[in-house]
């Protein structure tokens, strides 16, 4: 360990700067999409089974819905432009702009060149949470998804029900591709009623038992034609292990809502980047 210098406290003590403002990022009318959604009705729904990952689409102007319908359970949330692959969610410039968790009013932001909002929180039941005593909170865009590859690295052994092989099973099932041809699509995800954080003395990143109960949701505004994957994880309420077959795991339901004619006046779906994209 190098010896700290003798201004090591004063280093430290330096104020933070937020990296990303928000006061110029372009906020949602959340108004207008939760009064569209009141008079919205149900138009498809789809099971996660556990342990399996489910593929469902909504249109620009939907809503979706993911519940808690049989006991305590945490999703990993895929997201892609339905009519473009290469366009998917940003795990880490969402985190950027959004910080480490995400609730009402935050956005899911696609990937470069596009780097738009695909969807837009609109009810959190599990908002009431906030920042626990431990630096945890639920929501998060900080950890990745649970893998094969991580597991077999740390623990040996081959397990294929983790949530990157169940997204990757459900998208090749949903295109017609090959798991090969499906794996590369799959992406850092939005850990959906997981409660995580990163310990204070280790830096490390850390999961709780999730505060989700049956009937608890997270719901979401279609910004752009989206095709989506969640895969109810292997870790249940992810409080002890998750990369095996041990935790007590349940479905997830995701319901798809269509407002009626002429709720959503006024709202465009987000354009593209506006930078020129010729990096000078
Ligand atoms: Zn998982």
Redesign the pocket.
């Known amino acids: 360990m190098i010896k700290a210098p003798k201004d090591a406290d004063a280093r430290r003590a330096v104020k933070p700067v937020i990296c990303y403002p928000v006061e110029t990022l372009p906020a949602p009318n959340l108004d207008l999409y939760q009064s569209a959604r009141k008079g919205a009705v149900k138009v498809s729904e789809v099971l996660a089974a556990p342990r399996e990952a489910a593929c469902f689409r909504a249109s620009a102007g939907q809503f979706f819905r993911i519940s808690s319908v049989e006991g305590p359970q ?1 999703g ?1 949330l895929n997201l892609w432009n339905a009519n473009d692959l290469s366009e998917r969610f940003y795990s880490g410039k969402s985190r950027a702009l959004h910080g480490t968790h995400l609730t009402t009013g935050e956005r899911m932001w696609s990937s470069f060149p596009q780097l738009r909002p695909m969807a837009t929180i609109i009810a959190d039941t599990l908002d009431w949470y906030g920042i626990d005593e431990f630096g945890g909170s639920v929501h998060d865009v900080i950890g990745t ?2 893998d094969p590859y991580t597991h077999n690295l740390l623990s040996g052994g081959q397990y294929h029900h ?2 990157h092989s169940n997204l990757t099973r459900a998208l090749a099932v949903e295109l017609g591709i090959s798991t090969a041809e499906a794996e590369p699509h799959v992406h850092d995800v939005l850990n959906v009623f997981m409660c995580t954080g990163f310990t204070r003395d280790t830096g490390q990143y850390f999961m709780k038992s999730s505060p989700v109960r049956v009937g608890d949701y997270l719901e979401f505004f279609a910004e752009i034609d989206l095709l989506g994957a969640l ?1 109810a ?3 249940g309420d992810c409080s002890s292990e ?1 990369s095996s077959d041990g935790a007590a795991c349940y479905p997830l339901l995701i319901e798809v809502f269509e407002p009626a004619a002429g709720a959503l006046e006024g709202w465009q779906s987000p354009a593209l980047s506006g930078y020129c994209g010729t990096h000078g």
Do not use: E, L, M, T
């Open positions: 945490v990993d998804r649970c983790c949530c895969s994880c292997p870790g998750h």
